[in-house]
């Protein structure tokens, strides 16, 4: 495939493939973040099921990706199966949610959680000729194969795949939100009672935005799916639940742009503990001391005592509900009290 940006690609260095493969991952996680907000954010619905999402549209699109390998162009099988993991997704999102939005609280994140382990241990315990089983399941590169020549192009296309992706799921769920089915949703966010009394079905509408935030979820599952090249039941745990609902409180329930820098800062700092004690970085990573790399192996236990401390302390996250804009021009207002006065 000839690619514009090949020889670009070719010259990206250690550095540039380091903050490559750090945005692709980012925009993994931002576009998870995004679909757990529209349900957990916005909705208001306590949801620990997100991971089982992403997982059926993973091994959706890998399994329509290896059932038509070389019968499609690359780019239509990505896309076709890209949009077959969501539609997986959904379906899933739809099963679990006629029966189950009707809980509320605790309830609901048990019965969202249930059915996410349902998934994952259905997938880890069936026969290895249908999903891999504990081993895994390869996905096919229709894009490029992977060698140490095509790395930097096959990591630029992935970025600007994944980077469109988070702009347009980002603006999908702005619109979503303002629009008047987001309106009746916050109306039941808000009060599932005084809600009905107008007339809303609260039950509709919490179905429809569980159903579009798994979607969602299924579409970067997907995309991850493609970009591994193969996946396996381990990757899809309870404790990748813990970095989504992180990422969602860290930045601010019903915060778009909240989800967005947290979903940075997290992987950021991740990604950077794994080079502690390296002499030869990349450009923008700060030297870690080589004592902190029992930092990097306890990370997952360090993202959960982060969730904890958010809770206790900051329940609103780093931006609350507002968005960056709003952010900024509170700040300004702080920094010239005057201004603010007139």
Known sequence: MDLPWLPLALTLGPTGLWWSHLLVTV?????????????????????????????????????FTRSYEGELPGPVLLALSAFFGMGVAALGGLAIGIPCLRLKGDYLAVATLGFAEIVRISIQNLPEGLLGGNI?????????????ATRGTFLLAWCAILLACVAVVALLVRNVVRSARGRTLLAVAQDETAAGLLGINPTRAKVAT?????????????????????????????????????????????????????????????????????????????????????????????????????????????????????????WWRRRRPGEAAR
């Open 210 to 330: 569980f159903v579009l935030g798994s979607a969602l979820a299924g579409l970067a599952g997907a995309l991850y799916a493609h970009y591994q090249g193969t996946i396996a039941p381990q990757e899809f745990t309870f404790l990748e639940m813990v970095k989504m609902l992180l990422v969602v409180v860290l930045g601010g329930l019903g915060s778009i742009s909240g989800c967005l820098v947290a979903a940075f800062l997290l992987i950021y700092i991740e990604q950077a503990l794994q080079l502690a004690g390296q002499e030869t970085l990349p450009l923008g990573v700060p030297p870690l001391p080589a004592s902190w790399t029992w930092l990097a192996q306890w990370w997952s236990v360090v993202y959960a005592l982060i969730l904890v401390l958010l809770m206790v302390f900051r329940p609103r996250g780093i931006f609350g509900p507002r968005e960056l804009p709003e952010v900024l021009r509170a």
């Open 27 to 63: 925009g993994v996680y931002a576009l998870l973040g995004l679909s757990l907000n529209l349900i957990n954010g916005y909705g208001r619905m306590f949801s620990l099921g997100h991971h089982g999402f992403w997982a059926l549209g993973a091994y959706a699109a890998a399994l």
């Open 136 to 148: 895994g399941l390869s996905v096919p590169r229709v894009l490029m194969e992977v060698e140490p």
